[in-house]
């Protein structure tokens, strides 16, 4: 909650393909600062304890640089993890006082919008850490009312939304916990983050 201008709620949830906490390659990372609210979810490639190695090193880059531009933060993950199995990663930053939604992204991290309408953000392809274009930075305005959803692949990307009614209702942790139950692919680690804007 802020004491102006508009309030926002979010959440992270994953989930091992083990089921074990420390062997999943997916991690998410938010950080509020000023009024700004910085988001990233990465996904390393496989599953089980050498992928959870590799998603603590990203968020340890994550929250060492969370201030800088997204194009420069995606480029300087592709360091980080040049050597390792790499990643798919998807970064935004959210003005909370104007909506303002930047975003980048490199993979299959997917990135969509609901609320006052049905939105999907798209990202460049390749894998952090191995071999990727040049990133770029696009941006679009959440209103109040609006949902950002970030989801790796180990949720389905394409379903109907009016077979999962209330998938997208209540806290931001129960748009998590609601994508990971009923859209959860059961083959890959999953993770999702949720962030209800203008509550």
Known sequence: MRPSGQSIDFH???????????ECGDIGFIKT????????????LGHGKPAAQVALLSKDYLA?????QLTDIINGL?????????????ACRLDIDTGILQYSGMGNIHLRLFGTRQETLVTKDGIVGYMIPSPVQAQT????GDILVMTSDGIKEHFDLNAYPGITTGQARDICNK???????????????????GI
Do not use: W
């Open 179 to 197: 994508f990971i139950t009923c859209l959860g692919k059961g083959s890959d680690d999953l993770s999702c983050i949720a962030l209800r804007f």
């Open 33 to 44: 600062y000023d009024n700004f609210c910085f988001l990233a979810l990465v996904d390393v």
């Open 141 to 144: 305005r959440l209103l109040p």
């Open 12 to 22: 992270i949830e994953k989930k091992a393909l083990t089921g074990e906490p420390d």
């Open 78 to 90: 592709h360091g980080c993890l040049r050597g390792t199995r790499g990643a798919v990663v998807a």
């Open 64 to 68: 060492q640089n969370y201030t800088k």
